[in-house]
């Protein structure tokens, strides 16, 4: 069991070996001069857009059953979420939401 075990070692380090003496060719990447910075409207602008701003909503359904065979119990539940997301300025988020659910269970001593 010990040599199997030493064996599978030596095979993923020598595995890691020949992947870590591989070259990468990054003459396809872009020089860190040519790189520049993005423009245009992008993200958040002050003085621009409102401060509340790119509004989401979000709705749900659930439905669930599940058992305990050792105490006889059995639950349904059944529910609807909803929910409203938005950014406030920058860098902060907020989000709102409501959920209704009805669980039934059913039960023997």
Known sequence: MHARKSLIG???????????????????LPKLEDI?????AVGYQPGVDPFIHSWS?????RDSQSSDKTRVTEVK???????VGF????????????????Q???SEP
Do not use: H
């Open 57 to 61: 909503v979000s709705v749900g359904y």
């Open 77 to 83: 539940e059944d529910g609807y979420s909803l929910g």
């Open 87 to 102: 950014r406030l300025g920058e860098s902060w988020f907020g989000r709102v939401g409501a959920e209704l659910a009805e």
């Open 10 to 28: 030596l095979g993923l380090m020598a595995m890691s070996a020949g992947l870590s003496a591989q070259t990468l060719d990054n003459s396809k």
């Open 36 to 40: 520049k910075p993005v423009t245009g």
């Open 104 to 106: 039934e269970v059913k």
